[in-house]
């Protein structure tokens, strides 16, 4: 099925409306990264990666891991709009037993591919999962979503070198540069750049994005498929809290439930953004 751009952008209101209204619910929650995520996250599911939520085990289907679990909520609200489970159950997330954890676990929701929480590893895991793929001779591509904040541990950059010295080229790596993490400006707590020439130096094809614009999304992941030398990371540029004014680029919403004024003030923002319509298929 092909969607175009301004029916993505459709679905992405509708996830980000989903989002303020579950973390509200929760009374906790990340909406800031969740929020950032979601245009990258839509354009995965609906057009990008070959799976299906009828059988969410279909052995050749395309593996995403979410290394930054706190931004589930964005995650859960595709895979509902998507038809894993019943839209219902996105407003009992973090309720004790839901499948839907403050983060994702794969004991709750089995159509996860893993478990994540301590940031920093889903990279790892995602290694191990491309890696077995090439041993089993298996085609399915992995993808893994990270932040930029989690690039201040260690265990991330074992991973990048892992992946770079065997030449994983069915892996790649998406990175939330948002700029934001919970203490302040990635730049100001640990500075990261220049992130680009970091990766090339690890042996990774870089490309980088605005990780707002569908075409931009698709072109990267397309072009992602194309390389077999080695992995490729797409740096994706976000706004944290995309869509609300008084959230975005603001790291005091990167772990903040809104209030019931500060909700419905979000949603009737969300309601109103918009923008230019491309075609391109699933």
Known sequence: MKYTTEELQ??????????IEMILKAGYGHPAGSLGMVDVLVTLYYVILLHDPKKPDWEDRD?????????????YAVMA???????????????????????????FLKSLETTSGPLGSGLSQACGVAYGARMDKKRFRTFVICSDGEHNEGNHWEAVMFAGKNNLSNLTLIVDRNNIQIDGHTEDIMPLEPLLDKYKSFGWSVIDIDGHNFD??????????SIFENPTVIIAHTIPGMGVDFM???????????NDIEAKKAIMEIRTMGGKVTPYGE
Do not use: M
């Not at 459709?10 to 989002?19: G, L, P, Q, W």
């Open 248 to 258: 975005e680029n603001n790291p005091n919403w990167h772990a903040k439930a809104p």
């Open 63 to 75: 593996r995403l891991v979410l290394s930054n679990g706190h931004i589930c909520p964005a995650r």
């Open 216 to 225: 931009e999304i698709v072109s990267a992941c397309s072009k992602a498929r």
């Open 81 to 107: 709009h998507r038809g894993y489970f019943e839209h219902k159950e996105l407003f009992k997330i973090g309720k004790f037993g839901s499948i839907l954890q403050g983060h994702p676990d794969k004991r």
């Open 10 to 19: 459709e679905i992405s209101k509708e996830v980000r409306k989903d989002i």
